[in-house]
């Protein structure tokens, strides 16, 4: 516990998405207060011509009650 998933568009750096994962990682623990051992991150990249499908739909739209930040942005508008 716990499990973070970050989902974004291609183009970031390897160097960024680590740096990314670091900082969330260290905020997880400092928050929550647990070990490092018992946080897993991952990150997926999706295209941006599948973002509405792969992800607004399915995380953002069909699960806006588990959301603690709602996007700006609606791809089918």
């Not at 973070?4 to 960024?16: A, N």
């Not at 998405?17 to 990150?43: H, P």
């Not at 069909?62 to 609606?74: A, I, R």
């Amino acid at each position: 516990m716990p499990h973070i998933s970050v989902k974004l568009y291609p183009g970031r750096s390897e160097q960024q998405k680590v740096q990314l994962a670091e900082r969330i990682v260290k905020d997880v623990i400092s928050l929550l207060n647990c070990g490092e051992e018992s946080v897993s991150l991952a990150i997926e990249e999706i295209k941006p011509e599948d973002w509405a499908e792969q992800v607004y739909k399915p995380d953002i739209l069909n699960k806006s009650e588990k959301l603690y930040k709602q996007p700006g942005y609606n791809p089918f508008e």
